[in-house]
């Protein structure tokens, strides 16, 4: 059984940075994409970055392109989120995700069918205020 598990959130001022991991167990964290979500108060969920193993590609949406940066550890078994130059919209629970199903960073992340992914780490807070 594919788990996942976020850690790395914290407290930090406008400007900072911060990584955030996903940790994967139950299988290796390159045979699944991971994708990448946060969650700010009041909103609804939205996708931030995701990785595939099969060719390495890295996909961002338009609002953390050239800020945050996806890559992944195989011998951590790990997905890292790096985080710069963070601002106080960027506060949010921030959440991994993957699925056994095909098509997670060319389909899933960039429709709204993302919400059916399998499986789903318990998310890390980011809170960025001065």
């Known amino acids: 059984q594919v788990q996942l598990r976020e850690t790395g959130g914290g407290w930090l001022q406008p400007g900072g940075s911060l990584r955030l991991s996903c940790g994967v167990s139950?299988?290796?964290?390159?045979?699944?994409?991971i994708a990448w979500f946060r969650q700010a108060p009041g909103k609804e969920r939205e996708p931030l970055a995701c990785i595939s193993p099969s060719d390495n590609r890295s996909t961002y949406v338009d609002s953390v392109k050239g800020r945050f940066t996806i890559s992944g550890d195989k011998a951590k078994n790990t997905v890292y989120l790096q985080m710069d130059n963070l601002k106080p919209e960027d506060t949010a629970d921030y959440y991994c995700a993957t699925d056994s199903k095909p098509g997670l960073c060319t389909y899933y992340f960039v429709t709204r069918a993302w919400r059916y992914l399998e499986v789903w780490g318990q998310g890390t807070l980011v809170t960025v205020s001065s």
């Open positions: 139950g299988v290796t964290s390159d045979s699944y994409a």
